[in-house]
């Protein structure tokens, strides 16, 4: 391996295809682990186990590669997928056949509704025994299928190089996506070529990234003459990396800016032309506002259902634009005026320098008066944690400036409205398939993407138990994360739909019975921890546990078990008709 | 298709797609996924080598309002292995759909059912002293109507390829 490096190293920066008859044989465990270091591939996330096991013996001797050992083969999908959402590069997974991909299906359906960019190897059986149920078989191709953006059988070992390299390059291009690579044993251990090229060649994969001309224009005109506009942005913004064009542009047009779960951190909140987000659980004035607006600027978003609510009352007044790298997202759920197929970092400023600044005073007038009349409510209290508390204080102890990773429920919607996110790449939550037991694992794989960030988990009591067991993995690595567990008791978002329309009829959605005791679990795998049960703890608390860096440090907060999480669009409610919170 | 009042059929929602796409079963299967996975219909379904080596043609008939089959064709243009997606609704073009119908034909009723055959210019294939095998080829819509006026004869199988399809090269007034 040290051989070929230093024959790449001759060859410059490797943008010249190296000569064909340069081509080496190696076997196919070492052909993978080139080739992955050739794509500069520094962290894996990975399990072993008898179908990878050439390829593990391969790592043992591999210094340029991390490999990360996890615990489970769903924690180790969400790390990879947290280390992609907090670096932008693509997550690699390693696992084995059989239960080793299967458990990574939840982890790729996440990644696949959010558009990261993960590519996962999974060992198969040798090519000769498939289809005969040999032990640890699972048809992992077909089975990830429809939440892979491209998956492969490995049939020849001569092609695993280009394969590796196509998987990469689909994950990462166009709208990004989880791609999946299935490696049967004999691929591993028989020999095969090696060239180094980085030529891809794939003819019919050509994602649009410039928008037309005229499209751009339209769009351009539409906003010049706009007397109420808004910029809905969402996690295309944040793939796309064009967060600095989309501040520059609302800045200089003076359009305000909501964005989804997924675009947070796209446009500072600290900006006066921020309205939070919007949604089900958005701010009053980002849903009235665009539920009133006149022109929507839609930017790398999908009118997800939890954005839009009812779907015939949703901006009901505006013409509609949509930028968006995928065209089966355009039309989808909304139809839109003007769409616009392309990379948002590409069309952004083009349709900024053609667009007149629009008379927007009337408008800010209006919506300043919302933001006025209905902020968001911070309950707070001497006695007890109240949750949307706790999320101030580590917003404000954390400087705003931390790595925040959520499970899904309360917390996650608290922690989206109530932290004050100003980076992108800073919020990574499970927006689409809203998956527990994303938060803790994921907010790891962060960990290991950007040592030189604070990372905050915000989970709960539920989210958190789903997979606890990778404190085992930090533990191990010294990964020095937060994970703040929001601790109610119950699954707080199922009690607070059933308080709110089952009647009160609370059906298994109450955990108090079965929690540990969080401290000690943490403790006993030798994590720091610690508990709060009222406000001053929990400030004591934080301040303890930003001090420590060699480990992970779990808190358990004491919160106020009944609170709800509000405003509120019901289910089938359009966004103007959103419910503000219960009557004291 | 929906039968109108007037006895015609109503066929402007229903959808042609010709595919080109790579040779493998992962690649049909992802387009067949698409449907089964995101509830769109398939009314018939045709897949064989294409005029390059290494590609497939798959013609699908479809049905669905003009949102739908747009979605359709966006959803099949997204899989890696797809090369092209053509609507041929918008064009013109021609299609064809073989059958073999196995139909009870005893001595009383062989007569008939071959005068029948001969009509739809359809083959007789094979032959029992109960039963005739029929070949019939043409559009959906003369298959169909082969295919019901067998019936009171008695078809005991019935064997579809699914539409194929082409663009037609010229289609000006002659």
């Known amino acids: ?584 | 298709m929906i039968p109108t009042d007037n006895g015609q059929t109503k066929t402007a929602n229903k959808h042609t797609l010709s595919v080109l796409v790579n040779y493998n079963l992962n690649a049909l299967s992802r387009i067949i996924g698409i449907f089964s996975g995101k509830g769109f219909e398939i009314d018939s379904v045709s897949f064989g080598p294409g005029e390059e080596s290494g590609l497939a043609r798959i013609t699908i008939t479809t049905h669905g309002d003009e949102h739908i089959i747009e979605q359709i064709t966006k959803q099949l243009n997204k899989i890696i292995d797809v090369v092209k997606v053509n609507d041929l609704t918008y064009d013109h073009f021609v299609e064809r759909e073989l059958a073999l119908v196995k139909v009870a034909a005893t001595a009383s009723s062989r007569t008939e059912v071959m005068q029948v055959a001969q009509v739809f210019r359809a083959k007789v294939i094979d032959i029992s002293p109960e039963k005739l095998s029929i070949e019939v080829t043409g559009n959906r819509d003369k298959v169909d109507a082969f295919i019901g006026m067998m019936e009171p004869f008695g078809i005991s199988q019935v064997a579809r390829t699914g539409t194929v399809a082409l663009k037609r090269e010229y289609s000006g007034s002659v």
């Open chain 1, 1 to 584: 391996m040290n051989h070929l490096k230093a024959q790449r190293l001759e060859q410059g920066t490797n943008d010249q295809p190296v000569e064909a008859s340069e081509t080496h044989v190696m076997n196919g465990a070492e052909i993978l682990i080139n080739t992955l270091e050739d794509l500069q591939v520094d962290t894996i996330f990975g399990y072993p186990g008898g179908a990878v096991l050439p390829i593990y013996d391969k790592l043992f001797d591999c210094h340029d590669i991390r490999h990360v050992l996890i615990r489970h083969e769903q924690a180790g999908t969400h790390a990879a997928d947290g280390y992609a959402r907090a670096t932008g590069k693509p997550g690699v997974v390693l696992v084995t056949s059989g239960p080793g991909g299967t458990n990574t299906v939840t982890g790729i359906a996440t990644a696949a509704m959010d558009s990261i960019p993960l590519v996962v190897f999974t060992g198969q059986v040798p090519s000769g025994l498939i289809g005969n149920d040999a032990f640890q078989e699972a048809d992992i191709v077909g089975i990830t299928r429809p939440i892979t953006k491209h998956n492969y059988l490995v049939k020849d070992v001569d092609d695993l190089e280009h394969v590796i390299r196509e998987a990469f390059h689909v994950a990462t291009s166009g709208r990004p996506g989880p791609v999946l690579v299935d490696l049967p044993k004999d691929m591993l251990n028989t020999e095969g070529r090696y060239s180094g090229l980085k030529k891809i060649s794939m003819p019919n994969y050509n994602p649009v990234t410039q928008g037309h001309k005229s499209q751009i224009q339209k769009a351009a005109d539409l906003l010049s003459k706009a007397k109420k506009p808004l910029i809905y942005s969402g996690g295309g913004a944040i793939l796309g990396e064009a967060w600095e064009e989309l501040t520059a542009m609302a800045e200089r047009l003076n359009i305000p800016v909501t964005t989804t779960l997924m675009g947070l951190g796209a446009f500072p909140e600290s900006k006066k032309q921020s309205l939070g987000m919007l949604g089900m659980h958005g701010t009053y004035y980002a849903n009235m506002a665009t539920t009133e607006c006149d022109v929507l600027l839609a930017v790398g978003a999908r009118f997800d259902d939890r954005v839009t609510g009812r779907l015939d009352g949703f901006s009901p007044h505006s013409k509609k634009i949509h930028i968006d790298i995928d065209p089966s997202n355009i039309g989808k759920n909304v139809e839109v005026e003007v769409p616009i197929v392309g990379d948002v970092k590409n069309v952004l400023p083009q349709i900024d320098e053609l667009t007149e600044k629009p008379d927007t005073e009337e408008w800010w007038k209006t919506i300043n008066k919302w933001k006025e009349e209905h902020p968001l409510k911070v309950a707070k209290s001497d006695d007890t944690i109240k949750p949307q508390h706790m999320i101030e204080e580590i917003s404000r102890i954390t400087k705003g400036e931390a790595v925040v990773v959520t499970d899904v429920g309360q917390h996650q919607m608290w922690a989206a409205q109530h932290y004050n996110f100003n980076h992108p790449r800073s919020f990574l939550s499970s927006g689409g398939l809203g998956t527990m037991g994303y938060g803790f694992p994921a907010a790891m794989g962060a960990a290991f993407g950007c040592p030189d960030r604070p990372v905050v988990c915000i989970t709960g009591d539920g989210g958190f138990q789903m997979t606890a067991y990778e404190l085992a993995t930090a533990v191990e690595y010294q990964i020095p994360i937060k994970i703040a567990i929001m601790n109610n008791n119950c699954l707080g978002m199922v009690r607070q739909w059933q308080e709110l329309f089952y009647d009160k009829r609370y059906s298994h959605s109450i955990l108090k019975k079965g929690n540990p005791d969080f401290v000690k679990l943490a403790e006993s795998y030798g994590a720091a921890a610690f508990r709060a049960t009222n406000p001053k703890e929990m400030n004591e608390v934080l301040e303890k546990a930003m001090e420590i860096n060699d480990r992970p440090v779990v808190m358990d907060f004491k919160v106020e078990e009944h609170e709800n999480c509000y405003p509120m669009v019901p289910s089938g409610a359009a966004l103007d008709e959103m419910v503000e919170g219960d009557e004291e």
